[in-house]
């Protein structure tokens, strides 16, 4: 009883510090606390009510700890941080005889520099956003040199490759933390209101996820068209197919939405030829899981059925659970959209906030889950840094790999072949 009491009052500080600054920023919260620890001090020495102030002093403690686990990034302003010093300071005066306040305070300041050290060093060396080939020109007159490598060459294993993609998803997502993902709903807020919040930042690391997802795609699809000849492009679609199968097996539903989507592309998906090869009913059952009918109902009960195998899993194989980042957000999209932040008495409407937290809370416990498979640099460096083509080249190359069928592709194989001509 008295773990679950502990666990629903952690719940409530996360949702109430999460969905806090859609009303009122941090920093201004942070003082509202400071000054009612100065009223409550004062008031309980008065009436030298010793276990009362305890107990306060208690409870201020957890929520700052809390506050500084779960949020630190809102303490990396000075004036916030010396707001903080000053509560701190205040409460440790409460414990000046065994001193155990202090030592709690002193920890969980280290913490918090710790964490914001290591955010901060993200942010400095966060990746370059890569840029797809733009040389179609050079694309038109020559085929890839045959010592050029491709995916194959570096691993041909559909299974390790999954693996290999999970480890960059983990990293990736373990940079993204809750005040990221509620800055949506706060920017979401100002835009409905025709103004602009001054402090609403680019949330660099939700963009460098968004943009690992659309780079996969895009090699998978560079990966597929660029081969020449037709049994080797079909090896390599069945190839992706199995890998996607393994990102579903292990939990990793971003890789292998990434994946299908890549197929999906118009330059892959054109290649009757091709696909007439692929031995299909593996590609079926992926698509069947990722059937966006019913709101993706399918993909749902496949991630309520990862949840739960983490949920009481004795090894990180089965903890890992990594959802289809877009769709999360727009799930938390949707929940503030359809749902007002006040209820009609004008009080905020807490029921609302606390799902918001409850799917937030999940993304957080998923992303701190430690990859267990063996990193291999030499994969995960062909996966972050090989070239990936434009759309425009990936329809030259589709097109010179499996010429236009149809007036329709003539005529755009000829718009885009004259295009390029002249820009070249």
Same mark, same amino acid.
């Given at each position: 009883?008295?773990?679950?009491?502990?666990? *629903?009052?952690?719940?409530?500080?996360?949702?109430?510090?999460?969905?806090?600054?859609?009303?009122? $920023?941090?920093?201004?919260?942070?003082?509202?606390?400071?000054?009612?620890?100065?009223?409550?001090?004062?008031? =309980?020495?008065?009436?030298?009510?010793?276990? &009362?102030?305890?107990?306060?002093?208690?409870?201020?403690?957890?929520?700052?700890?809390?506050?500084?686990?779960?949020?630190?990034?809102?303490?990396?302003?000075?004036? +916030?941080?010396?707001?903080?010093?000053?509560?701190?300071?205040?409460?440790?005066?409460?414990?000046?005889?065994?001193?155990?306040?202090?030592?709690?305070? !002193?920890?969980?300041?280290?913490?918090?520099?710790?964490? =914001?050290?290591?955010?901060?060093?993200?942010?400095?060396?966060?990746?370059?956003?890569?840029? $797809?080939?733009? %040389?179609?020109?050079?694309?038109?007159?020559?085929? $890839?040199? @045959?010592?050029?490598?491709?995916?194959?060459?570096v691993c041909c294993d559909p299974l390790i490759l999954a693996q290999q993609l999970t480890h960059i998803e983990l990293e990736r997502v373990s940079n993204i933390y809750p005040e %990221?993902?509620?800055?949506?709903?706060?920017?979401?807020?100002?835009?409905?209101?025709?103004?602009?919040?001054?402090?609403?930042?680019?949330?660099?690391?939700?963009? @460098?996820?968004?943009?690992?997802?659309?780079?996969?795609?895009?090699? /998978?699809?560079?990966?597929?068209?660029? /081969?020449?000849?037709? &049994?080797?492009? !079909?090896?390599?679609?069945?190839?992706?197919?199995?890998?996607?199968?393994?990102?579903?097996?292990?939990?990793?539903?971003?890789?292998? *939405?990434?994946?299908? #989507?890549?197929?999906?592309?118009?330059?892959?998906?054109?290649?009757?030829?091709?696909?007439? &090869?692929?031995?299909?009913?593996?590609?079926? +059952?992926?698509?069947?899981?990722? %059937?966006?009918?019913?709101?993706?109902?399918?993909?749902?009960?496949?991630?309520?059925?990862?949840?739960?195998? #983490?949920?009481?899993?004795?090894?990180?194989?089965?903890?890992?659970?990594?959802?289809?980042?877009?769709?999360?957000?727009?799930?938390?999209?949707?929940?503030?959209?359809?749902?007002?932040?006040?209820?009609?008495?004008?009080?905020?409407?807490?029921?609302?906030?606390?799902?918001?937290?409850?799917?937030?809370?999940?993304?957080?416990?998923?992303?701190? /889950?430690?990859? $267990?498979?063996?990193?291999?640099?030499?994969?995960?460096?062909?996966?972050?840094? @090989?070239?990936?083509?434009?759309?425009?080249? =990936?329809?030259? @190359?589709?097109?010179?790999?499996?010429?236009?069928?149809?007036?329709?592709?003539?005529?755009?194989?000829?718009?885009?072949?004259?295009?390029?001509?002249?820009?070249?």
């Open positions: 009883m008295y773990i679950l009491q502990k666990t *629903m009052r952690r719940t409530y500080i996360f949702t109430f510090l999460l969905s806090s600054r859609i009303f009122i $920023p941090p920093y201004d919260l942070l003082a509202k606390v400071g000054q009612i620890c100065t009223k409550q001090k004062q008031q =309980l020495e008065a009436e030298t009510e010793k276990a &009362k102030l305890k107990s306060f002093t208690a409870k201020i403690i957890q929520l700052l700890k809390e506050w500084t686990e779960a949020f630190p990034y809102d303490f990396q302003d000075e004036k +916030v941080m010396k707001e903080l010093k000053e509560i701190t300071h205040r409460i440790t005066q409460c414990d000046e005889e065994n001193g155990t306040v202090k030592a709690t305070i !002193t920890q969980m300041t280290q913490n918090l520099i710790l964490s =914001l050290t290591t955010r901060n060093q993200f942010q400095e060396i966060r990746e370059k956003f890569r840029q $797809p080939v733009t %040389d179609k020109g050079t694309i038109l007159k020559s085929k $890839p040199q @045959a010592s050029q490598k491709d995916i194959l060459s %990221d993902l509620m800055q949506i709903v706060s920017h979401m807020d100002s835009l409905d209101n025709h103004k602009c919040r001054g402090d609403v930042t680019k949330t660099y690391t939700l963009e @460098a996820y968004d943009n690992w997802f659309n780079c996969l795609s895009m090699l /998978v699809a560079t990966e597929i068209c660029r /081969v020449v000849k037709k &049994k080797q492009r !079909t090896r390599m679609v069945e190839f992706f197919i199995d890998v996607a199968r393994e990102c579903f097996n292990i939990g990793n539903f971003n890789s292998m *939405m990434a994946i299908i #989507s890549g197929m999906n592309l118009s330059p892959v998906a054109r290649l009757k030829k091709t696909w007439s &090869k692929v031995k299909t009913a593996k590609f079926d +059952v992926l698509e069947h899981h990722m %059937d966006p009918s019913s709101n993706f109902c399918n993909y749902r009960t496949a991630l309520q059925g990862a949840a739960q195998r #983490s949920q009481t899993a004795n090894s990180s194989r089965e903890k890992i659970v990594i959802p289809v980042f877009n769709l999360f957000i727009k799930d938390i999209y949707f929940l503030h959209k359809i749902h007002t932040n006040r209820l009609p008495n004008g009080q905020i409407n807490f029921k609302k906030f606390w799902e918001i937290s409850r799917q937030i809370h999940d993304f957080m416990t998923w992303k701190q /889950v430690e990859c $267990p498979f063996d990193k291999d640099k030499k994969i995960q460096s062909y996966l972050l840094t @090989a070239p990936i083509y434009s759309e425009e080249a =990936l329809f030259v @190359a589709s097109f010179e790999s499996e010429g236009p069928e149809n007036h329709m592709e003539k005529d755009s194989w000829k718009t885009l072949r004259t295009t390029l001509l002249n820009r070249a």
